[in-house]
């Protein structure tokens, strides 16, 4: 029987700006999933990553199927009403639409599912990240899932030697989901062109290519495409089966440390370092820094056992010392050069209405103009 993992997360309201939900929202929402899942979901967890809610289900109905959509679409109305009851900032910010229309993909709302065939021993991450988008999760599954710098399994292990399938995303394209498929390590060369870009390409999916089983999934909707305006950070979710066939938990989580450079942070227009914090940790320096939690699983018959948190382990805290230093070091720049990201993700912003009325106020040096009419 095949087991479906599911995991729809969104923004619907917060203490003190963009920091993170109250208890009564995030209370709101859980006893709704509780009363309404039934035999619909057999299990279920609920967190929060920054300012966001993400409920992660397990159930047997498939990836996009439209009652478990719309459970989660309906907590998270219910959730931003309560948000609006206790004046939280951003109430309902992610429900970019009125009406639910089956699938919430489109809506607002970042989700990543997979079906998959359970094993003996099925383990499982989940990933949550805020202040951020979903190029942020590039680096770390490029380098979990074909570098064997940092995953001796691709060397050691017989199936993992085989490669990994990579499907990518081209996520500036707004009319369909443009996307192109590259092996590892044959194609690891065109993988990193792409790659390289993250606020364009974006790594959607990875699949074992010794078994066909699929390994991960990222949460790859760009809020701005769908709202056509600068409306927040996406705030990826991502989910990672471990060991076996695939890369050990070790080494997916081994990437995380590097603290690399995400676009996000204060109002979603800077470049600051991915910060790994524990389970239900808040917003705080500059919007950030960007957050990423993981929580740990197995799944056995459609339950969940309780989560570990990955990135709560003692060693985390010197990476996130040396992360707090980056991001400082970072933000002397202020608003110069690599410190803010690129023009074309500005231009969901205020400042493209400002350049066009500064633009209309140049003018040209009339021995400029007298050199180039002779």
Not at 126 to 150: H, Q, S
Not at 155 to 164: A, E
Not at 309 to 316: I, K, L, S, T, V
Not at 357 to 368: S, Y
């Amino acid at each position: 029987m095949l087991t479906t993992l599911s995991v729809i997360k969104a923004d619907i309201g917060s203490i003190g700006g963009h920091v993170a939900p109250s208890q009564r929202l995030e209370t709101a929402v859980r006893d709704w999933v509780h009363e309404r899942a039934h035999h619909l979901v057999p299990d279920y967890y609920i967190s929060h990553t920054g300012d966001d809610i993400a409920i992660l289900m397990v159930h047997r109905h498939g990836t996009g199927n439209r009652e478990i959509h719309h459970l989660a679409w309906s907590a998270f109305q219910l959730g931003a009403e309560e948000a609006r009851a206790e004046g939280l900032y951003g109430a309902g910010q992610d429900l970019l639409v009125d009406a639910f229309s089956g699938n919430v993909k489109g809506l607002g709302p970042a989700v990543a599912e997979m079906e998959f065939t359970e094993r003996p021993n099925e383990p499982f991450l989940f990933f949550a990240a805020d202040k951020t988008d979903p190029g942020a999760f590039n680096l770390p599954l490029y380098l979990a899932f074909a570098d064997p710098m940092n995953t001796p399994g691709l060397l050691l292990s017989p199936n993992m030697s085989k490669g990994f399938r990579f499907v990518v995303m081209d996520v500036s394209c707004t009319t369909g989901d443009r996307i192109i498929t590259l092996n590892a390590p044959e194609q690891l060369y065109d993988l990193a062109a792409l790659l390289r870009d993250p606020e364009r390409y974006v790594v959607e999916s990875v699949w074992s290519r010794a078994t066909g089983e699929q390994a991960a999934v990222v949460a790859t909707s760009r809020l701005h495409n769908i709202a056509g305006k600068y409306t927040g950070k996406d705030d990826p979710v991502l989910l990672v089966r471990v060991q076996m066939n695939f890369p050990a938990t070790g080494e997916i989580l081994a990437p995380y440390a590097i603290g690399h450079y995400v676009a996000g942070g204060m109002r979603g227009s800077h470049h600051m370092p991915l910060m790994p914090v524990p389970l239900n940790t808040g917003i705080s320096y500059f919007d950030g820094p960007p957050l990423v939690t993981c929580a740990c699983f197995c799944v056995h018959q459609g339950k969940l056992t309780e989560p570990l948190d990955a990135f709560a382990h003692p060693f985390w805290d010197t990476v996130r010392t040396h992360v707090a230093e980056k991001a400082m070091e970072m933000r002397k720049q202020g608003f110069v050069g690599a410190a803010m990201v690129p023009m074309n993700e500005l231009e969901y912003t205020g400042i493209v209405e400002k350049l066009k009325v500064l633009d209309q106020q140049f003018t040209m040096r009339p021995e400029a103009v007298a050199a180039h009419a002779g």
